[in-house]
């Protein structure tokens, strides 16, 4: 039996086609809209399944979720996940500020405004950690923790969550995911994310260059993030309308040497370079708590940073990615060539 109609901005990235493939799996039908900035190889494999639709646009556009659900003859989507924008610091930097809220604030607002008015149940938006930038008091971060932005990206998801509290008594009830720091693989892998990253760079140089060394960070999964999301999707509506949840797990609070302890766990022959130089930027140096989404949706991750190093390493000996140094690996990169 076909279970709901799920419609996702951004759907051919990292997080989307990974979503994208396990809500297939679980015999949803799935609405892709990209405008395919970083390519649609990685959504080739769902073309022909009968649960799947693409539809190509910029969700800029002011119709475009309108026209996107009008395509297919299925029923208004169930929900809409938006995950498009222009994602991470160096990302936004490269755009600036006037593009990066066009499409990280603005969009937001269009695309939720559609979703009211088409009758969507839930609107799933994809948010980050970045926002509590730096802890002043050292303690575990909190869904109530005031935010601290330190980077352009930040404020504009800051701005577009601000929004959507604002509507959390609308007909379409909006939800917040905070996503710690991702890693692992998926259809379109990135590896300008701390662990990929130094996995890549530990395979191809036998060298790591660590700046901000002791600086705590939170890091999951991309599965795990995939799985909450979903949880997210299916909860009762009472348990999500207008929160916020903080998306990740207590045993991913590292700092970056520890993250260096697994990459040479894997690859001892590694050497590291230890730098204290700090620049502008994505500062952060927290800890994160998970309390709430384990509390309140029951979620916990199935995979830690040992897995995601591994199974990063397995993609990079065994060519599964062909160049993995491609600009299109890499967010800020691709988008200013």
Known sequence: MTKRHILI???AGYIGSLLTSELLRQNYRVTLVDSLLFGGESILPFLSHPNFHFFKADVTEPRVIRDA??????QTPHAIVHLAGIVGFPACQAVGKQVAWKYNVEATKTVFDQSADLGVDRFVFASTYSNYGLSEDGKPVTEATPLNPQSLYAETKIAAEEFLLTQKDASCAPLLF??????????RTRFDLIVNQFVLEAFTKRHLIIYQRGYSRSFVHIRDVVRGVIMGLEAEQSKVRGEVFNLGTEKGNYSKNDIVNFILKRMPETVVEYKDLTF???MRDITVSFEKIKRVLGFETTLDVDN???????????????DPTDD??????????
């Open 308 to 322: 995601g190093v591994r199974e990063v390493l397995f993609a990079l000996k065994s060519g599964l990615i062909k």
């Open 69 to 74: 659900a009008a395509k297919k003859n299925w």
């Open 178 to 187: 905070r996503f710690a720091t991702l890693y692992g693989i998926s259809p």
């Open 280 to 282: 502008g930027g994505d």
């Open 328 to 337: 299109r690996y890499r967010n800020a990169q691709f988008i200013v060539q």
């Open 9 to 11: 901005t951004g759907g």
